[in-house]
């Protein structure tokens, strides 16, 4: 019976003759009353348990009414979700017992009493608000795009929204419902006494076992009441007890390779019920697209596991681990408990598909997994109807009469490994003989609200296109480009000519036509290198420094006894641990003054050194260390700096101190120092940029710098100047085991090595591998995108013992590294690629999402690790599992990430963020002997232990420390 609701519950013992071919199963159960608990997913517990189920009760809930502005709600029994007039839902939780595990799946669960055709929408929200304080005047806005959109809502029925991308470990979280059309919806609150809402996580301990997950090879439902008909290409599942209907579903088990801990069946409900089905084994073999209920095949043995209360738009999960010992085929069936049916999503549905994760005691790891995501929104425009909405079941490309275009967002989250394949699915109503090309946008719009006058920008250039579509056949378009790391991808579907097409959309009457995003992830592995031991990544602490006005750590260095060496900028004055620097402006903000600091590696201060000169502004960009402890620095000032041996002239400079902060020399540059190292010599490597003599005023850097000064007196042992035909700039420097130099920035133009040069491009990032004396060995330019408004650049390399080298950078629109295209699906996205010493590409990954991502630095730790670190916002996934940056009133704020990759292959050891709300920003990178990790930034605001804010909440220096 297709039972909306919870329904009577009488068990009659007669559903069992459901089972087939004259097997009887067990016996029946007294029915559970309409205030059972939801059902909860059962764990194995023991020393390999990896996945772990934690349920939260709700620790705040209230509705905001827009008929009632200034009125709480807080203590109601109910709270309402409705258009008009407008009622927007509040939940808070207090999550805890995360840990170190990763967050792989998390769901909202409410309780609803009356029904919708159309559910609400789910966004994260601050966590500052309380219950019987929040107002419809008051309340927090949302943030961010909704986790999670229901579609209709039963009377009387659990309701699952997926919540996911907004719940990453320990701490408050909070989320807002809100709904976008006029047929409202209200739940329970906890005030009511009964089914409050609930926050269910799954999670995942590292160690203890390998997850291998694999999908239905066949799945089909059998109806007494239509008992020749096969339902095997259907989208759903049905197990029902009036008409009778059962459930069959068979997995091919292989890779085992140790013992089995566990093994569980998980499916998708689509339709609840307050009691779900048994799970048996049953016979082999049976074929999906001819079994029926006179041929079903029959059970085997007593029932393995049975479910309670279902909810709508939830996993649930069914341990078979009786039926799997190991390689083969399990093979099961659902056989109902109950009149109150349920639906499951089968193979078929375009998401949310039926799966066999099979837990296996030590074991290989798996190398990646394939999955299939329908679209969470889509939508077309139409230039004929500025303001129209066209959310329909169709949709539609073209450029005449009108010009239309058609957006799709997918939610990816849960994704394990990097992407090696992405392929967008698309069925086609409307052939054309020119179809479409498909382009990235902004994930921050919604289906039914998008119009031709306000429609996300196609941006960063064409990833796929269609050429010939015919009617009635699926379109297959390779969008792998489109997927840097974050939860969330958008695409535009843009008209290529006047001959239209058309294709069914997620609101399509047949869900089997609706769109599909087919992804296949890789899992990079490879051995250890020397000296390897366990990595954590774990946060350590740090220290800060503040005072009137704008303090930063902008670099820091590591020596051979673990001291740190950093290099900041303040105004006014700031005592780093020896006493206050001077101020060396006017006022009581000097323009800008260096600091350069040295503390030893349990962050007592040793020295610390403050430098200026009266009206000017100073900036020290980088700084090194060589074996003997000596110091050098490089950066740039307007009108002077005094290191120790008068006013340097305005412009770059490059100096060298002693371990105990003394002066040794320092040398003017025409131009602007950006990065420094130290040779096996000690002489001191530089690079940079500046225009050439005679270029116009307000002209771009066209000369690239690189120039190796004297270890005992600064003179130059040689100085190169390469010229670019248009802008080139020299962000990093770093030097090899046999002294070579490498050198990474940005070019534009053409740039001259001597006999060899860079080709003519737009704005790209460039390496450049230079000889011991200063000449080139080999260039390489990495292909862009044409469009000259946008950064592109390598901000920072490093060399490792065998020559090899690692570059981070960020980039806008598009480029090519090794053989894959990469279009940033924000405003930045970031990459990291280690060349050979050949410069031809060993590996290399991509991170970005909606917002802004950063890679800003990167070293090589003496295990031969590669850690990079850099600036996001928001969620990205940098190979372990998605990280967020804490949210605030204006949505997610800019914080840091830190990450450990293996040098042979580019293996995810570990990824940390760490961010308060407002701003975090890691500038620095150094690694210690011992591989410990130091990063130097600035943040705004107090966060955690040593991390005080400013009175006037201005930016302060800082120091933090991660574990190896």
């Given at each position: 019976?297709?039972?909306?609701?919870?329904?009577?519950?009488?068990?009659?013992?007669?559903?069992?003759?459901?089972?087939?071919?004259?097997?009887?199963?067990?016996?029946?159960?007294?029915?559970?009353?309409?205030?059972?608990?939801?059902?909860?997913?059962?764990?194995?517990?023991?020393?390999?348990?990896?996945?772990?189920?934690?349920?939260?009760?709700?620790?705040?809930?209230?509705?905001?009414?827009?008929?009632?502005?200034?009125?709480?709600?807080?203590?109601?029994?109910?709270?309402?979700?409705?258009?008009?007039?407008?009622?927007?839902?509040?939940?808070?939780?207090?999550?805890?017992?995360?840990?170190?595990?990763?967050?792989?799946?998390?769901?909202?669960?409410?309780?609803?009493?009356?029904?919708?055709?159309?559910?609400?929408?789910?966004?994260?929200?601050?966590?500052?608000?309380?219950?019987?304080?929040?107002?419809?005047?008051?309340?927090?806005?949302?943030?961010?795009?909704?986790?999670?959109?229901?579609?209709?809502?039963?009377?009387?029925?659990?309701?699952?929204?997926?919540?996911?991308p907004h719940v990453r470990g320990d701490g408050a979280v909070a989320f807002l419902m809100l709904q976008t059309g006029s047929d409202g919806v209200e739940f329970l609150s906890r005030e009511a006494g009964r089914n409050p809402a609930q926050l269910v996580l799954e999670v995942e301990d590292a160690g203890g076992g390998t997850d291998l997950r694999f999908s239905a090879e066949a799945d089909a439902h059998v109806q007494e009441a239509q008992p020749t008909t096969n339902f095997g290409n259907r989208p759903t599942l049905e197990v029902d007890g009036s008409p009778r209907s059962a459930t069959y579903l068979r997995f091919r088990v292989a890779g085992v390779s140790g013992n089995v801990v566990s093994a569980k069946l998980r499916l998708f409900s689509t339709n609840p019920t307050s009691q779900g089905p048994s799970v048996h084994a049953v016979a082999d073999p049976w074929d999906e697209q001819s079994v029926t209920w006179n041929t079903r095949p029959a059970l085997q043995g007593e029932s393995v596991d049975n479910l309670g209360a279902v909810a709508l738009n939830e996993w649930v999960e069914l341990d078979v681990t009786q039926l799997v010992s190991g390689d083969g085929v399990v093979s099961v069936g659902l056989v109902p408990l109950d009149t109150d049916g349920v639906d499951f999503n089968s193979r078929e549905a375009v998401d949310h598909t039926p799966e066999l994760v099979v837990t296996v005691e030590g074991g290989t790891p798996p190398s990646g997994e394939t999955r299939t995501f329908g679209a969470v929104a889509d939508a077309y425009t139409d230039s004929a109807h500025e303001w129209g909405n066209f959310n329909t079941a169709e949709l539609r490309v073209d450029t005449a009469p009108s010009r239309m275009l058609s957006f799709l967002r997918f939610d990816v989250s849960g994704l394990r490994g990097d992407v090696a394949s992405a392929k967008l699915r698309l069925f086609v109503l409307n052939g054309t003989s020119d179809g479409p090309s498909v382009w990235t946008t902004s994930v921050d719009w919604s289906e039914s609200s998008v119009t031709d006058a306000y429609a996300p920008y196609p941006d960063g250039g064409p990833v796929a296109n269609a050429g010939p579509t015919p009617v009635g056949s699926w379109l297959e378009l390779d969008v792998t480009g489109a997927f840097l790391g974050g939860p969330l991808v958008s695409f535009a579907l843009v008209p290529e000519s006047t001959d239209g097409?058309?294709?069914?959309?997620?609101?399509?009457?047949?869900?089997?036509?609706?769109?599909?995003?087919?992804?296949?992830?890789?899992?990079?592995?490879?051995?250890?290198?020397?000296?390897?031991?366990?990595?954590?990544?774990?946060?350590?602490?740090?220290?800060?420094?503040?005072?009137?006005?704008?303090?930063?750590?902008?670099?820091?260095?590591?020596?051979?006894?673990?001291?740190?060496?950093?290099?900041?900028?303040?105004?006014?004055?700031?005592?780093?641990?020896?006493?206050?620097?001077?101020?060396?402006?006017?006022?009581?903000?000097?323009?800008?003054?260096?600091?350069?600091?040295?503390?030893?590696?349990?962050?007592?201060?040793?020295?610390s050194k403050g430098f200026g000169a009266p009206g000017s502004w100073a900036r020290a960009e980088d700084v090194a260390v060589d074996t003997a402890g000596n110091i050098a620095v490089v950066g740039f000032s307007r009108a002077g700096v005094n290191l120790g041996s008068g006013v340097l002239p305005a412009g770059g400079f490059a100096a060298k101190f002693s371990p105990e902060g003394v002066l040794v020399?320092?040398?003017?540059?025409?131009?602007?120092?950006?990065?420094?190292?130290?040779?096996?010599?000690?002489?001191?490597?530089?690079?940079?940029?500046?225009?050439?003599?005679?270029?116009?005023?307000?002209?771009?850097?066209?000369?690239?710098?690189?120039?190796?000064?004297?270890?005992?007196?600064?003179?130059?042992?040689?100085?190169?100047?390469?010229?670019?035909?248009?802008?080139?700039?020299?962000?990093?420097?770093?030097?090899?085991?046999?002294?070579?130099?490498?050198?990474?920035?940005?070019?534009?133009?053409?740039v001259a090595f001597g006999t060899t040069a860079l080709p003519e491009s737009s704005v790209a990032p460039f390496l450049a591998k230079l000889s011991p004396t200063g000449?080139?060995?080999?260039?390489?330019?990495?292909?862009?995108?044409?469009?000259?408004?946008?950064?592109?650049?390598?901000?920072?390399?490093?060399?490792?013992?065998?020559?090899?080298?690692?570059?981070?950078?960020?980039?806008?629109?598009?480029?090519?590294?090794?053989?894959?295209?990469?279009?940033?699906?924000?405003?930045?996205?970031?990459?990291?690629?280690?060349?050979?010493?050949?410069?031809?590409?060993?590996?290399?990954?991509?991170?970005?999402?909606?917002g802004a991502t950063f890679g800003r630095g990167v070293a090589i730790d003496a295990a031969g690790d590669v850690v990079v670190m850099g600036t996001f916002r928001s969620t990205l996934d940098f190979g372990g599992g998605p990280l967020t940056t804490a949210p605030t009133l204006g949505g997610p704020y800019e914080g840091f990430f830190v990450a450990k990759y293996r040098m042979a292959c580019g293996e995810h050891r570990w990824s940390q963020q760490l961010s308060h709300g407002v701003y975090v920003w890691a500038r620095g990178l150094a690694v210690a002997p011992d591989r410990s990790i130091t990063l130097s930034g600035l943040y705004d605001r107090g966060f955690g232990p040593g991390m005080p804010g400013d009175g006037d909440n201005s930016a302060r220096a800082m120091l933090l420390h991660f574990a190896p």
């Open positions: 019976m297709r039972v909306w609701g919870w329904g009577r519950a009488a068990l009659i013992a007669a559903l069992l003759g459901v089972v087939g071919c004259g097997v009887q199963g067990e016996g029946g159960q007294e029915a559970r009353a309409l205030e059972a608990e939801p059902s909860r997913v059962a764990v194995k517990q023991g020393a390999q348990q990896r996945m772990r189920t934690l349920t939260f009760p709700v620790a705040a809930d209230t509705w905001a009414d827009e008929s009632a502005p200034n009125v709480s709600r807080g203590s109601a029994s109910q709270f309402k979700v409705d258009g008009g007039p407008r009622g927007e839902a509040f939940l808070r939780f207090d999550v805890s017992g995360v840990g170190n595990a990763t967050v792989r799946r998390a769901t909202l669960r409410l309780y609803a009493v009356n029904p919708t055709s159309d559910g609400p929408e789910v966004y994260a929200t601050s966590t500052t608000w309380t219950e019987s304080g929040l107002t419809w005047n008051n309340r927090p806005p949302r943030v961010g795009i909704p986790s999670a959109d229901a579609h209709a809502i039963p009377q009387e029925a659990w309701v699952g929204f997926e919540v996911t097409a058309g294709f069914a959309s997620s609101e399509h009457p047949d869900a089997s036509l609706r769109p599909q995003l087919v992804v296949t992830t890789h899992i990079a592995r490879c051995a250890p290198g020397g000296g390897d031991t366990p990595a954590s990544g774990t946060y350590q602490g740090g220290q800060s420094w503040g005072g009137t006005g704008y303090q930063t750590g902008n670099g820091v260095a590591v020596d051979a006894q673990g001291h740190r060496i950093l290099i900041a900028q303040y105004e006014g004055s700031v005592d780093f641990g020896g006493g206050a620097l001077p101020n060396h402006g006017t006022g009581d903000i000097s323009d800008s003054d260096i600091a350069l600091v040295k503390r030893r590696a349990d962050g007592s201060h040793v020295w020399w320092a040398r003017p540059v025409d131009g602007d120092l950006r990065s420094v190292a130290f040779d096996s010599q000690g002489h001191v490597l530089a690079s940079g940029q500046a225009m050439r003599a005679g270029s116009p005023p307000g002209s771009q850097s066209n000369e690239l710098l690189v120039l190796k000064l004297s270890a005992g007196d600064g003179t130059a042992v040689w100085f190169k100047r390469f010229q670019a035909t248009t802008m080139v700039r020299g962000e990093a420097i770093a030097v090899g085991p046999s002294d070579e130099v490498v050198v990474g920035g940005s070019y534009q133009g053409t000449y080139a060995v080999w260039v390489r330019g990495f292909l862009s995108s044409d469009y000259s408004y946008a950064e592109r650049a390598f901000l920072d390399v490093a060399v490792a013992a065998d020559g090899a080298i690692a570059g981070v950078g960020a980039f806008s629109q598009w480029i090519r590294i090794g053989t894959e295209t990469a279009y940033s699906t924000g405003l930045y996205s970031a990459f990291l690629a280690v060349v050979e010493p050949d410069g031809s590409e060993r590996w290399w990954r991509w991170m970005g999402n909606e």
